[in-house]
Nanobody, 114 residues
């Protein structure tokens, strides 16, 4: 299983970014995909989950400002982030867990300037 994250960059506070996670090596429709982030000097925390039924769930970290979605035809999960704040600066990782084994994408850096 391979995950390829992309879409990070530099954005001003209040701006938006859309991250993408392309998944290969496994039937996508059966794959739960998570987005995590690791701010500088902090631990990696869960942001949102794309479930196989197509719905998303969110932690409090970006609730109301992020929308997770999936395109089964493209084997890709998206994380749309709006109203970005400097505190959202982090490396964002996509992840899936299969048989208690975690697979990680390489991470994509999001930097929010004030």
């Amino acid at each position: 299983v391979q995950l390829q994250a992309s879409g990070g960059g530099l954005v001003q506070a209040g701006g938006s970014l859309r991250l993408s996670c392309a998944v290969s090596g496994r039937p996508f429709s059966m794959t739960v995909v998570n987005w995590y982030r690791r701010p500088p000097g902090k631990q990696r925390d869960l942001v949102a989950t794309s479930h196989t039924g197509g719905y998303g769930s969110y932690t409090d970290s970006m609730k109301g400002r992020a929308t997770i979605s999936r395109d089964n035809a493209k084997n890709t999960v998206y994380l749309q982030m709006n109203s970005l704040e400097p505190e959202d600066t982090a490396v964002y990782y996509c992840n899936t867990r299969i048989n208690n084994w975690d697979y990680w994408g390489q991470g994509t850096l999001v930097t929010v300037s004030s």
